[in-house]
């Protein structure tokens, strides 16, 4: 009985770590490819994010902490469309792991998967434009969630064959629930097509796109560039918004000084997974975007 026991103790000890060596160590840069890493892979993932929906990651610095869980990374999943221009390269040089560098089945960019929106007929960085590839903030359409979905999937099979069937699985499994859901909000969502918004950044680009409301301006008088009070005065003199869209990132005294200006009602809504309490996974997060624009918007 005591072996019995202390083999019952030994096995226990053994048979976790044993998972977890086994688990796909992912880097997601942004809290949406966490979340979207996490749905797609299970238990077979493990995963490290490095960045919350409380930071911008257009601005994240290149911190050791960071370089240190790139370094043991099997796979970075990152936005692209230079939306970590500022810290992603620097840390796939200091990390020194060649399985997450450009170009490797264990670097993975969302924006690479689909057709992005905004994109410059011509380069040009004048005016401190952050979006000078195309737009990158592809996490709020969930059309190109599900081609991102499909593709990462795909790569996670690449990556941990072993387990290429759970991966499959765990997809279908998201894929149904996922064009459900979509159908769901497009139908709750009717009475806001035709709505015109204002933005404060461009990050609500796709989402506006998928739900047929029309973006008449922006608070940023470019993307990452802070509203002036002339850009202000400039947006206030034209058509009078249904609605002006901000996340919580956002400073709220312009939004609010447009709003005063020029009337339309001020939503602030949450841009990641995370964001806000009520967006806690990525259903809820558009669960919670629809309802606040309705509330807002009708
Ligand atoms: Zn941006």
């Not at 053994?14 to 238990?43: D, H, M, N, R, Y």
């Not at 991102?148 to 099979?157: C, E, S, T, Y």
């Not at 259903?283 to 309705?294: A, C, E, G, N, Q």
Request: aromatic share 8%; with cysteine.
């Amino acid at each position: 009985m005591k072996h019995y026991v202390r083999l019952l103790i030994l096995s226990s000890l053994l048979i976790p770590f044993a998972c977890a060596t086994a688990q796909v160590k992912v880097f997601a840069c942004e809290p949406e490819w966490a979340e979207l890493s996490k749905i797609l892979g299970g238990k077979h993932v493990k995963i490290y994010r490095a960045t919350h929906a409380r930071q911008d990651p257009h601005r994240i610095q290149a911190r050791p902490s960071l370089i240190a869980r790139l370094r043991n990374a099997d796979l970075a999943v990152c936005t692209g469309a230079e939306l970590e221009a500022a810290w992603m390269p620097m840390l796939q040089r200091r990390a020194r792991n060649p399985k997450v560098l450009p170009g490797k089945p264990g670097y993975f960019e969302a924006t690479d998967q689909v057709r992005l929106l905004e994109k410059p007929r011509r380069l040009d960085r004048t005016g401190g434009d952050v979006h000078a590839e195309g737009n990158p903030h592809i996490q709020l359409d969930p059309r190109r969630i599900r081609r991102v979905a499909a593709v990462l999937a795909k790569r996670l099979q690449t990556i941990d064959p072993k387990h290429s069937n759970a991966y499959q699985k765990r997809w279908k499994a998201f894929d149904k629930r996922w064009l459900d859901s979509m159908a769901r909000w497009k139908q709750q969502a009717k009475p806001l097509q035709g709505k015109t918004a204002v933005v404060y950044h461009r990050e609500w680009v796709y989402l506006l796109d998928w739900l047929a409301i029309k973006r008449i301006g922006s608070l940023e008088p470019n993307p990452g560039v802070p509203p002036t009070p002339s850009h202000i005065s400039k947006l206030s003199s034209l058509q009078k918004p249904d609605m002006i869209i901000m996340s919580p990132l956002n400073d709220k005294k312009p939004a609010t000084w447009l709003r005063d200006k020029s009337g339309g009602r001020l939503v602030t809504l949450p841009h990641t997974v995370g964001a806000v309490g009520a967006a806690k996974d990525y259903f809820k997060l558009f669960d919670t975007i629809i309802s606040r624009l309705l509330k807002s918007g009708t």
